[in-house]
């Protein structure tokens, strides 16, 4: 079924002993609420009390943990995060507890690996496997036995091992903030996003964020939140939120430093429902869209502020 909420429905009416689910978690959340609404439910494991795995991937699972392990209600399920695309299946977790994945290498592909500031030039460095260090951004090459040739797939990885290979998604490599200098990838703002979080129980649905270009002094960073829970206290989530960030990125750190080129972040809270309706209105409702995280540009806050602020 290609239109999303006529086959939203159907799924939420189904009576099935589901076991296990699938999906982006962003758009798995809107299922999984709408089957709580259809059931009169209050958390999943009273409609599908035999689930013990949810297979996530698409988006990072950090920001969307605790919503839910209160929907599951459930310490049983098991949470395995998968690496794959239309383009090949390249990463799985294979150890419990760790965020990391195993890089698959026996199936079909063949890695390379190009720095992300070298990313877009005519000539950049390119990498292989023997050759990739821990820590370091890279933009993944493939090519595969399905006909690929040295293509990029848009996402930024990271080594966390090299015996074996193991990596976490750090970013795409359009979707990023690095106008002033800060380098600022979607896992340092997911794991802010957490740590702020935690320090205030909120619990955070959606965001994105985009930089406020430099006026005679300094420039910033906007975010627009959208809330399942609000922090308790907002103006120490904010606080949190740029402590967090400047203990992950030494480079935003340093751009914040006195507020000589970042100025504090400017972080708008945004009514429930609002990029689910941005998303709506731009035909991109389903799990192959998700909400941009980073841009270098304002042409994504702009437009989602336009239309709920």
Known sequence: MDEWESKLQKMTMMNENVTSLAGVPSWMLVLLKKVLQLKNAKTIDEVWPNLEVYFHGGVSFTPYKEQFRQLFNNDKINYIQMYSA?????????????NDMLLMLDYGIFYEFIPIEDVGLEDPRVYNLSEVKTGVNYAMVITTNAGLWRYQIGDTVQFTDTNPYRIIVSGRTKHFIN????????????????????????????????????????????????????????????????????????????????????????????????????L??????????????????????????????
């Open 280 to 309: 709506k209105s731009n035909n991109r409702l389903g799990g192959q869209f998700k909400v941009p995280r980073l841009n270098n540009g304002r042409e994504f806050v702009d437009s989602i502020s336009k239309s709920v602020l």
């Open 179 to 278: 106008v002033f200098g800060e380098e600022v990838m979607v896992h340092n703002t997911d794991q802010a996003i957490f740590k702020a979080c935690e320090k205030t129980q909120a619990m955070v649905s959606d965001y994105t964020v985009a930089p406020v270009y430099m006026n005679e002094t300094s420039g910033s960073h906007e975010w627009l939140i959208e809330f399942e829970k609000e922090p308790d206290d907002f103006a120490y989530f904010v606080k949190e939120l740029d402590a967090s960030l400047k203990q992950l990125n030494s480079d935003y750190e340093a751009k914040r430093y006195n507020d000589y080129v970042l100025k504090s972040p400017i972080v708008k809270l945004l009514p429930k429902g609002s990029f689910y309706n941005w």
């Open 86 to 98: 239309s383009e090949g299946f390249f990463g799985i977790q294979d150890v419990p507890g760790r």
